[in-house]
């Protein structure tokens, strides 16, 4: 008997849609090199820290200068209080008023204190004792030299000025010629005492000049601080030229 072949069942695959199947899904593309992940750039820790450190600062300072403030307004408020205890004015005193005297009866006013008595006058201080005048050189007595300018003329003149002096009883010692010009007569002293017997010898030569030259004055020249000092009694005639 022949065999009757059984018809296959058909087997029907149902077809999913699957996308990954399909068309696969790339998280990254192709080619892409793969890096590991791993933690961030690494921050320095002093890098962290400085922020944190600053504001502690500003803080810091911040909380100085308040304090600081605050210090300087207690203080002050303490000093005016201080200061202000001892500008208040105390109490004043009561105004002295004058005491007034009545006299019990009227009659005769009442005495008035004396004056007090005046001081006793000084006593004048004794007299004091005057330096002695020390005694004057008689003018014939003194050495007289005579100076005059270089020149015939002039020695002629001082010749008959020498003359005269010698008429007069007068002692002149010697006569010398000196360089320069003498522009004014004058007789010079050495010494204290020989100050008159100057003074006069001057207003003789002056007498003599007005008579014989022509008038011409004579000055009194002090020499008392010369050195080395010649002999007492000197005088010196100086002519004019």
């Known amino acids: 008997m022949p065999l009757i072949k059984q018809p296959r069942a058909r087997t029907t695959v149902t077809a999913h849609s699957n996308e990954e199947t399909e068309f696969p899904r790339f998280t990254k593309p192709v080619g892409a090199v793969t890096r590991p992940v791993g933690p961030g750039p690494s921050i320095p820790q002093g890098a962290a820290e400085a922020p944190t450190r600053r504001a502690r600062s500003s803080r810091f300072l911040l909380g100085f200068i308040v304090g600081l403030v605050a210090a ?3 203080i002050a408020a303490l000093s005016f209080m201080l200061v202000g205890g001892d500008l208040t004015p105390g109490p004043q005193r009561p105004a002295r008023q004058a005491l007034v005297v009545t006299p019990d009866s009227v009659g005769a006013p ?4 004396l004056p007090e008595p005046a001081p006793p006058a000084a006593e004048p201080p004794p007299p004091t004792l005057l330096d002695p005048t020390p005694p004057t050189t008689p003018l014939p007595s003194a050495r007289l ?17 020498v003359g005269a002096l010698q008429t007069g009883g007068l002692t002149v010692i010697d006569t010398r010629q000196v360089q320069g010009n003498i522009s004014t007569g004058n007789v010079r002293f050495f010494f204290e005492e ?13 007498g003599l000049y007005g008579e014989r030259f022509g008038a011409r004055e004579f000055r009194l020249i002090d020499f008392t601080h010369y050195s080395p000092k010649p002999r007492q009694r000197t005088l010196e005639i100086w002519l004019p030229n």
């Open 72 to 74: 300087a307004f207690g």
């Open 110 to 113: 009442l005495p008035l204190e």
């Open 145 to 161: 030299f005579v100076h005059h300018v270089v020149g015939a003329s002039w020695a002629s003149q001082a010749t008959a000025v």
């Open 194 to 206: 020989d100050r008159d017997a100057a003074t006069r010898l001057a207003e003789l030569l002056g």
